[in-house]
């Protein structure tokens, strides 16, 4: 787990934090940032947590099931709400419902908020991806998604914003986040580079609007408990700040893992590679070590502008540094390095 680098406790710190999908990446973070302050938390997901310890906080639930989700955010009654329960993967490429959980899933817990009694906020987690890479949207509901898992995220926010919520709200964009409890594809990222078969795409070295988890965390706490007027019915970007450059956050996991030195390969040389992943994506293999998009997003320069969510959140509690650190011994306790 992440060892806290701020007070655990601050006096706008709510006392009851309801959390869908408790158990995912995210969700894990979240379940421990709120129990290190002494909230009661409750988790609701489909799956059992990771994390043993958090068991006593777990209530299996199923959010596409209305009846299900009414009953247990009724029982709870929370007093601020982290909608974090999702399909995240983008390996749907036929039918938007493979989805559901996204779209029907977010509106079934908006109408079971609607029977709280003392909710006072509730953040929507959706996704960077509501717009491909390199797009820069003009305003909060100009999309340009890359994939089934993006336009999903799309009618996600659309169904928060037409809800008619009458408590406060909001919508937050993680970008691209990583840290303890992670997966794809940023796991591979860290475990390539432990075991030296990382190779750095020629010359380039884009910047990346990246989020290590633990400051993640404590952008959701700020954004939860920041003045109305300036966070809700708004959507905003979560990212770390500054945005960090691709071969110097290489370098700091290299030596993090004390592996040995990055090397580099001509980019026609990643697109053979990566255009070989295409296929064997398109013959089923799931997780190929690289495929033309992550490629392309690998290489594109990804920089959100933070100015608003650094007067928000205020100084991080970790640095790139400290991130990597505690991301890689938790790696080294699961045995991934």
Same mark, same amino acid.
């Given at each position: 787990?992440? +060892?806290?680098?701020?007070?655990?406790?601050? $006096?706008?710190?709510?006392?009851?934090?309801?959390?869908?999908?408790?158990?995912?990446?995210?969700?894990?973070?979240?379940?421990?940032?709120?129990?290190?302050?002494?909230?009661? *938390? @409750?988790?609701?997901?489909?799956?059992?947590?990771?994390?043993? !310890?958090? *068991?006593?906080?777990?209530?299996?639930?199923?959010?596409?099931?209305?009846?299900?989700?009414?009953?247990?955010?009724?029982?709870?009654?929370?007093?601020?709400?982290?909608? @974090?329960?999702?399909?995240?993967?983008?390996?749907?490429?036929?039918?938007?419902?493979?989805?559901?959980?996204?779209?029907?899933? +977010?509106?079934?817990?908006?109408?079971?908020? @609607?029977?709280?009694?003392?909710?006072?906020?509730? =953040?929507?987690?959706?996704?960077?991806? %509501?717009?491909?890479?390199?797009?820069? /949207?003009?305003?909060?509901?100009?999309?340009? /998604?890359?994939? =089934?898992?993006?336009?999903?995220?799309?009618?996600?926010?659309?169904?928060?914003?037409?809800?008619?919520?009458? &408590?406060?709200?909001?919508?937050?964009?993680?970008?691209?986040?990583?840290?303890?409890?992670?997966?794809? /594809?940023?796991?591979?990222?860290?475990?390539?580079?432990?075991?030296?078969?990382?190779?750095?795409?020629?010359?380039?070295?884009?910047?990346?609007?990246?989020?290590?988890?633990?400051? &993640?965390?404590?952008?959701?706490?700020?954004? =939860? !408990?920041?003045?109305?007027?300036?966070?809700?019915?708004?959507?905003?970007? *979560?990212?770390?700040?500054?945005?960090?450059?691709?071969?110097?956050?290489?370098? +700091?996991?290299?030596? $993090?893992?004390?592996?040995? /030195?990055?090397?580099?390969?001509?980019?026609?040389?990643?697109?053979? %590679? $990566?255009?070989?992943?295409?296929?064997?994506?398109?013959?089923?293999?799931?997780?190929?070590?690289? &495929?033309?998009?992550?490629?392309?997003?690998?290489?594109?320069?990804?920089?959100?502008? +933070?100015?608003?969510?650094?007067?928000?959140?205020?100084?991080?509690?970790?640095?790139?540094?400290?991130?990597?650190?505690?991301?890689?011994?938790?790696?080294?306790? %699961?045995?991934?390095?």
């Amino acid at each position: 787990m992440i +060892t806290p680098v701020e007070p655990i406790r601050n $006096a706008e710190d709510p006392s009851r934090v309801l959390i869908t999908g408790g158990s995912g990446f995210l969700g894990t973070n979240a379940v421990a940032w709120y129990l290190r302050r002494g909230c009661e *938390v @409750l988790n609701l997901d489909i799956k059992a947590p990771e994390e043993p !310890s958090h *068991v006593a906080q777990w209530l299996a639930c199923d959010i596409l099931d209305r009846r299900s989700i009414r009953a247990a955010v009724r029982g709870f009654d929370p007093e601020v709400v982290l909608h @974090l329960a999702a399909r995240t993967d983008l390996r749907e490429k036929r039918k938007l419902e493979g989805y559901a959980v996204n779209m029907e899933g +977010t509106a079934n817990t908006i109408e079971a908020l @609607l029977s709280c009694k003392n909710l006072r906020r509730s =953040l929507f987690a959706s996704s960077r991806m %509501v717009c491909r890479i390199g797009y820069t /949207p003009q305003n909060e509901e100009d999309y340009c /998604p890359p994939n =089934l898992y993006g336009e999903s995220k799309v009618r996600m926010e659309q169904v928060v914003r037409s809800a008619g919520l009458d &408590t406060e709200w909001l919508i937050a964009r993680p970008t691209s986040i990583w840290g303890p409890w992670f997966g794809v /594809p940023y796991r591979g990222f860290f475990g390539a580079i432990a075991r030296g078969i990382y190779y750095h795409p020629g010359t380039r070295n884009p910047e990346k609007s990246f989020g290590f988890v633990g400051n &993640t965390m404590h952008q959701f706490g700020r954004l =939860l !408990s920041a003045p109305a007027k300036a966070v809700c019915g708004k959507t905003i970007y *979560v990212c770390d700040y500054p945005p960090l450059r691709l071969r110097e956050w290489a370098e +700091t996991i290299r030596r $993090a893992v004390d592996a040995r /030195p990055i090397r580099s390969m001509p980019l026609w040389a990643l697109r053979v %590679v $990566a255009y070989a992943g295409d296929i064997l994506e398109g013959c089923g293999w799931t997780r190929p070590p690289l &495929t033309s998009f992550r490629l392309n997003n690998l290489m594109t320069e990804m920089v959100f502008d +933070t100015r608003s969510l650094k007067d928000l959140c205020g100084a991080l509690p970790y640095s790139l540094e400290e991130g990597v650190k505690a991301t890689v011994a938790w790696m080294t306790a %699961v045995g991934d390095v």
